[in-house]
């Protein structure tokens, strides 16, 4: 660097890109940090003293942008923290060995991290905030439907248990006329199939007595996979445990502790392909235990996501499922009061993961 000129043209490059950082910034939105980490780097380019030798590489955990190879010699790099933590760095290179950066340079590359830092935090920040709005919208639809099914319900079970009463009682009265008898067993076997609907619908409106009491959750999840072995070879899934302790106490109904299990596990089979593998893993805090069912699957779409647990929604082929599963889970776990979350993996297929409090 020369001259005073020299020196004020740089300050002017470096400034001008503060001032272009910071709108970039302003205007980024959540779905658009790869494109803001492009805008930001080609900026950072032009502000330095050889922009046609300098190359600028940022990387954090989700995003990474580079102008051009980043040489190792010579260097100059800044942390990205993200409330206080390090997720990235930023990078500025030079090719030219001759030359080397200047302090304002260093400087600049400091600020620009710090804003992108923020940035970071903001958006953190507001996907937060969205997921738990959205959580909160599925906690308060799924209440208002838990209400009106246990209205329906209620309402049902009277005059089903009317329809299967008595059509027992005239199968008795025509024994012996075949015709009327195949035509009462279609009526009696129809209304049990209801009463079974109605009584799903009823758990998933934490409506169904319970009896709570000191129960083991290990031989639970391990009597329901041996009673599931069978269905694991026959889709040609496989499973592993991972139950790091035999005991893991908590105040439950045995039976409905069954069922949250058995339906997390066939659900992980079914929509797991061949040779995938499903996950079942239990550990306990102070306060809860805690229960995961991973899967190799497809996975849940963010329409599926919003659905999941209300009753009647299913994805699978007409007649073969019932979309009350996970209605029954999330009732029972509600009813425990305990909490159940689905979310996508990394890879591949779904987890759906259950705390309940142990008192
Ligand atoms: N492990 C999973 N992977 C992908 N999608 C899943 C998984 N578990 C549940 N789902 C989705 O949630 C829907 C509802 O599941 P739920 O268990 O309530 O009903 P179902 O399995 O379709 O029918 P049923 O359990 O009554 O036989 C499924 O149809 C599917 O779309
Ligand atoms: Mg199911």
Redesign the pocket.
């Known amino acids: 660097m020369n001259t005073t000129d020299d020196a004020l043209k740089e300050r002017i490059k470096e400034l001008t890109c503060l001032y272009e950082v910071s709108s970039i910034i302003v205007n980024a939105g959540v779905s658009q940090v790869q494109e803001t980490f492009n805008a930001i780097a080609i900026s950072l380019k032009k502000a330095f003293q050889f922009p046609q030798q300098t190359e600028i590489s940022i990387k954090t955990v989700h995003y990474n942008f580079e102008t051009g190879s980043i040489n190792d010699v010579i260097n100059l790099t800044s942390e990205i923290k993200v409330f206080n933590k390090e997720n990235g760095f930023i990078t500025a290179s030079l090719k030219d060995d001759r030359s080397s950066f200047l302090i304002e340079e260093r400087q600049l590359l400091e600020s620009v991290a710090q804003k992108i830092g923020n940035l970071l935090e903001r958006i953190e920040i507001q996907q937060n905030e969205t997921s738990l709005k959205r959580q909160m919208e599925r906690a308060d639809r799924l209440s208002i439907l838990g209400e009106l099914t246990a209205g329906i319900a209620h309402e049902l079970n009277t005059p089903l248990a009317n329809i299967l009463g008595f059509a027992e009682l005239m199968q008795d009265d025509f024994k012996k006329d075949q015709t009327v008898s195949a035509d009462l067993e279609k009526i009696v076997s129809n209304a049990i199939f209801s009463r079974e609907v109605v009584k ?1 619908l009823m758990f998933f409106a934490c409506e169904m007595p319970q009896e709570m009491i000191k129960a083991n959750i290990v031989p639970s999840i391990k009597n329901a996979i041996t009673l599931l072995d069978a269905t694991f070879r026959k889709e040609q899934v496989k499973y592993i445990v991972k139950i790091d302790e035999e005991e893991m106490l908590l105040k439950a109904d045995n039976i409905q502790l069954t069922q949250i299990i058995f ?2 596990i ?3 089979i ?3 392909p061949k040779d995938g593998l499903v996950t079942i893993e239990a550990k306990q805090t102070d306060k809860d235990i805690i229960l995961k ?1 991973s ?1 190799e ?4 779409s963010p329409q ?1 996501m919003d ?3 209300q ?1 009647f ?4 082929p007409t007649g ?10 999330h009732g029972i776990v509600a009813s425990h009061n305990g909490s159940i979350n ?1 979310v996508n993996n990394k890879k591949k ?2 987890t ?1 993961t259950v705390e309940l409090p142990k008192s």
């Open positions: 799903k339906n997390l066939i659900n992980a079914y929509f797991t069912i899967d699957g497809s996975g849940l599926a659905k999941i647990f009753p929604f299913t994805t699978k073969e499922g019932s979309g009350l599963g996970l209605s029954v889970v689905a297929g779904a759906f």
